[in-house]
């Protein structure tokens, strides 16, 4: 009852008196083709060391760096106060007779000696200096709190700002001293940033300015009263909106006196 072996002798790939079990048959009768055998291209891998030209044992040369001792700093902001246009022209310079040397094989395949000097004497410590002029170890953060400091406390105001800028003293001393500079500062930042800086100090000075007129103001009308926190009296006063009373008002007067130092308006 389970063998369902076809006795009768029926083909089922038999269509209209056409045998479809022979391929030729087929592919003449549904219009197919042969493609041919796919060929599969190799494929490299990760691991081969390919060199010049996709050759597998042929390795590629290794290219000879140029020396750290005669690189410039990585990073070069424009506040950082580097001479960028110079010490450009001087990297460039080397480094392009660095090339040359390496492509006539100075060096005979050894990497170059530590102490390789390209440049005359003159140019190398007229580098050194450059260098030495930049603040390769300050940020953004510590030029934008340096800002904020000098229109708030005064552009001379060097311990202040060195509290705010959280660099070393001496270095902070430098860098006021370099940034108003105006073969320095002026010349290495962009007009438009310099400007802006400047233009916010000044505010800040002239805010300061006027802290100063006050305390004078204030010291010299409390002065005329032997005792400042019963005597002083407003003479013109109105009482519309208004959120203190007179001797709050007096009280606030005689403290300003006393704390002006600590006060910034």
Not at 215 to 224: I, N, Q, W
Request: hydrophobic share 35%; aromatic share 12%; with cysteine.
């Amino acid at each position: 009852m389970l063998d369902f072996k076809m006795e009768s002798g029926f083909n089922s790939q038999n269509f209209m008196g056409v045998d479809y079990s022979d391929s030729s048959t087929r592919a003449q009768q549904l219009g197919l083709f042969d493609i041919g055998k796919r060929e599969r291209k190799k494929v490299a891998n990760y691991s081969e060391d390919f060199g010049q030209g996709g050759n597998p044992t042929a390795k590629k040369a290794r290219e000879t760096k140029f020396p750290k001792h005669l690189r410039l700093p990585s990073k070069m902001e424009e506040y950082m106060l580097f001479d960028r246009t110079r010490l450009k022209e001087i990297g460039d310079f080397e480094l392009a007779e660095f090339r040359k040397m390496c492509a006539e094989d100075h060096f005979l395949g050894s990497p170059p000696p530590k102490d390789l000097q390209i440049s005359t004497t003159a140019v190398i410590e007229e580098k050194k200096v450059l260098i030495s002029e930049g603040f390769q170890h300050w940020r953004r953060t510590n030029y934008l709190a340096f800002v904020r400091a000098s229109a708030r406390y005064g552009r001379h105001e060097t311990e202040r700002i060195q509290l705010e800028v959280g660099r070393p003293l001496e270095e902070v001393e430098r860098y006021i001293k370099n940034f108003w500079d105006p073969e320095i500062g002026k010349k290495r930042l962009s007009e438009k940033e310099f400007s802006r800086v400047e233009s916010n100090v000044v505010r800040g000075e002239e805010k300061l300015l006027q802290v100063v007129s006050f305390e004078k103001s204030t010291k010299m009308l409390l002065s005329t009263f032997d005792d400042p926190w019963t005597q002083f009296e407003f003479i013109h006063t109105s009482a519309r909106d208004r959120s203190f009373t007179s001797d709050e008002d007096r009280y606030a007067r005689a403290l300003a006196r006393r704390f002006s130092a600590f006060i910034i308006y």
